[in-house]
């Protein structure tokens, strides 16, 4: 039973990749904050208060770098329409790290 060519491409659309686009990256926040908490036993209120206590904005933008993961399948799986939802992710991304970073 072979699949239909409308099955295999049904994630080939802007709003799936902008999705995953949105979701990888604050897995890999979440990952980073498993770290954290193994190194050193912060909470996750203790974690974001001492990002915020700092100032420091490159871990949650470095996570921004998990979209390279589904940028790559998407790539070889020719899902070009899902690559532009997810590079509108990382425009979305950007401009929010921006705000952030002249707010200080």
Not at 23 to 42: D, K
Not at 92 to 97: A, E, G, K, V
Request: charged fraction near 15%; glycine fraction near 4%.
């Amino acid at each position: 039973m072979e699949a239909r060519p409308n099955m295999i491409k049904r994630f080939n659309k802007p709003i799936f990749g902008l999705l995953v686009g949105i979701i990888v990256p604050i897995i890999a926040f979440f990952i980073y904050f498993l770290i954290e908490h193994i190194m050193y036993g912060w909470g996750f209120v203790d974690f974001i208060n001492r990002l915020i206590e700092i100032k420091s904005i490159l871990p949650p933008s470095l996570c921004v770098f998990a979209d390279l993961i589904p940028y790559f399948i998407f790539k070889k799986l020719d899902y070009w329409y899902a690559v532009k939802g997810l590079v509108y992710s990382l425009v979305i991304y950007t401009l929010i790290f921006v705000v952030l970073t002249f707010m200080k």
